[in-house]
C-alpha cells in the first residue's frame, strides 16, 4: 500500500510542477497540460471514489458482516492472544461482551472473560455488560465511513478551481 502512496504522490508532485512552470513562466503549453492532468486526475478520483463507496456495505449488510466476523473471532478466542486483547478492548471500549451478548460466552463454552465486567468485587465479576459488541462495532465503522463521499466532493470542488484558475491564466495570459 505504501508503494502505491508514493506513486500517486511522485505523480501528484509532477502535475504541480508542470502548473508551476505553466504559472511562473507564462507557457501556455505548460498551462494546457496541466489542465489535462488534472482533469485527467479529477475523471480518475471520481471514477474510484464510485467504485469504493459500491464495497462499503450499505448499513443491514454491514451489521451483518460485522456480526459474522466476531463469530468468527469468537470462536478461535482460545487460539490466539492477539484476538484475546482485541476483544478484551473491544469490552472495555463498547462496554459490551460477546458477539450479541453475554451469553455468547456460555455458547461457545468458553468462561466469559473478566473484561466482559462492568464491576469486581474481590476479584469476582459482580456486574457484567449485557449488550453484545456487534452493534458497538457496527456503529463505529459507520460513523468513519459516513463522511468520505463529502470529503471527495470537496476534493474535488478544490481541484476544479485548479482548473478553472489556470483557465483564468491561459485566458489573461
Known amino acids: ?18 502548473g508551476q512552470c505553466g504559472a511562473t513562466s ?9 489542465m489535462f492532468l488534472v482533469a485527467g486526475g479529477i475523471a480518475v478520483q471520481h471514477f474510484l471514489e464510485h467504485k469504493v463507496m459500491e464495497h462499503i456495505p450499505h448499513s443491514n449488510e454491514l451489521y451483518n458482516k460485522v456480526e459474522d466476523a466476531l463469530r468468527t473471532c469468537l470462536q478461535l478466542y482460545t487460539k490466539s492472544v492477539l484476538l484475546q486483547n482485541a476483544f478484551d478492548y473491544l469490552h472495555v471500549q463498547g462496554k459490551c461482551c460477546g458477539v450479541t451478548g453475554a451469553g455468547d460466552w456460555i455458547d461457545i463454552q468458553i468462561p466469559r472473560p473478566q473484561s466482559c465486567c462492568e464491576s469486581l468485587t ?22 468513519k465511513t459516513r463522511w468520505l463521499p463529502e470529503i471527495a466532493d470537496i476534493i474535488l470542488g478544490f481541484q ?13 495570459g
Open 122 to 143: 474481590l476479584g469476582f465479576c459482580v456486574d457484567h455488560y449485557e449488550p453484545g459488541c456487534t452493534e458497538f462495532l457496527h456503529n463505529f465503522i459507520e460513523k
Open 160 to 172: 476544479a478551481s485548479t482548473l478553472a484558475l489556470t483557465l483564468l491564466l491561459l485566458i489573461t
Open 26 to 34: 507564462g507557457s501556455t503549453i505548460c498551462l494546457i497540460l496541466f
Open 1 to 18: 500500500m505504501s508503494k502505491y502512496l508514493i506513486g500517486v504522490g511522485a505523480i501528484l508532485l509532477g502535475i504541480g510542477f508542470v
